[in-house]
Each structure stands twice: as structure tokens, then as C-alpha cells.
């Protein structure tokens, strides 16, 4: 079972999880209305990796006898003034996102909350990998600069990742927990 507190942080983490996926799909809409649809597919899969974080926490949850509460997602920004802008501004959203993480951890390990605890050691160990996939793609970004011809081959290369999140997220938690990688 779940803490109030413990249930209010980790409904609040799904509204996190979900404006995550929303700003991504926003970005997504942006790269492909500049003519960058490999950066558009690049954060349309960091869209699907965000509604698993957001149906993980779902799931769990329920699980525990709590009752997850769906708040209003803020809107995201819509313009993006570029690829550099744009990665910028996905690296200090997943720093807030690690923080956040960091918080509902350290509650859960106040209150003894094993099971809590155990559940968002997944969340810890993905944040350094979404923050590594940030790191590495700004610093292409950098040493491209205002050179087109090296940001339509980063372009390609971004059209190149495939989502491996499950979709059937109604099967439970366990199925939400499998294939997360990515
Ligand atoms: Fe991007 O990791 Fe969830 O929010």
C-alpha cells in the first residue's frame, strides 16, 4: 500500500510523465515543419518512451490500492528556434524530470516504502540514459554549427530509431514493465 503523500507524489509524476510526452510530440510537430523529419521521429519514440513512463506509474498505482488521479497537462512551447534550441531545452526538462525522480525517492525511503523504492530504481537508472542521449546528441549538434549538410545527415541518422515500447499497456504492469529499454 501507498502513503497518501506517497500516492499524491507519484500521481504528480504522472502529469510529469505525460507533459513530457506532450513537449516531445510538440517538438516532433516542429522538426517536421522545418523539414527535419528524422529529428521529428527522434522525439515522436521519446513521445512513446514518455506515455510507458506515465502508464508504469499508472499501473503501479493501481497495483498498490491507490487511485490515480488524471490533472490538466500545460501546454509545451510550440516553437523551437532550432535543432540546438530544441535539444537544449529536452536536456533541462529531463534535469527536472531527475530531480523530481530524486524527490519521490528520497519521500519513498523516508517513509521505509520498499516496494516504492524498488519501483523507481527503473526511473533512476532511465534518466541517466535519457540525459545521455541528450548529452551525446547536443554535442553533434555543436560541432555541426550552421553546417546544413552535417545536420541533414544527423537528420538521417535520427530517422534511423525505432520505438521499442510495448503499446498494450491494459494488459498490466507487468507487460508495461517488459521491453523498456531504449
Ligand atoms: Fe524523459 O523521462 Fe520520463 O519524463
Redesign the pocket.
Known amino acids: 500500500m501507498l502513503s497518501k503523500k506517497m500516492e499524491e507524489a507519484l500521481n504528480e509524476q504522472i502529469n510529469?510523465?505525460m507533459y513530457?510526452a506532450y513537449l516531445y510530440m510538440s517538438m516532433s510537430s516542429y522538426c517536421t515543419t522545418v523539414g527535419l523529419k528524422g529529428f521529428a521521429n527522434w522525439f515522436m519514440v521519446q513521445y512513446h518512451?514518455?506515455m510507458l513512463?506515465a502508464m508504469k506509474l499508472y499501473e503501479y498505482v493501481l497495483a498498490q490500492g491507490g487511485h490515480p488521479i488524471l490533472k490538466a497537462i500545460k501546454q509545451p512551447p510550440s516553437d523551437f528556434e532550432s535543432m540546438a534550441n530544441a535539444f537544449n531545452k529536452t536536456l533541462e526538462h529531463?534535469q527536472f524530470?531527475t530531480k523530481s525522480i530524486n524527490e519521490w525517492m528520497d519521500l519513498a525511503i523516508a517513509e521505509k516504502d520498499h516496494a516504492t523504492q524498488i519501483f523507481l530504481q527503473w526511473y533512476v537508472t532511465?534518466?541517466v540514459e535519457?540525459e545521455g542521449n541528450d548529452n551525446d546528441i547536443i554535442a553533434q549538434l555543436k560541432l555541426i554549427g550552421k553546417d546544413t549538410q552535417g545536420l541533414i545527415l544527423l537528420d538521417r541518422e535520427l530517422a534511423g530509431r525505432i520505438t521499442t515500447v510495448p503499446t498494450e499497456f491494459s494488459k498490466g504492469i507487468a507487460a508495461a514493465m517488459k521491453g523498456t529499454a531504449g
Do not use: G, K, L, Y
Open positions: 510529469r510523465e513530457s518512451e514518455e513512463h529531463e524530470i532511465e534518466q535519457e
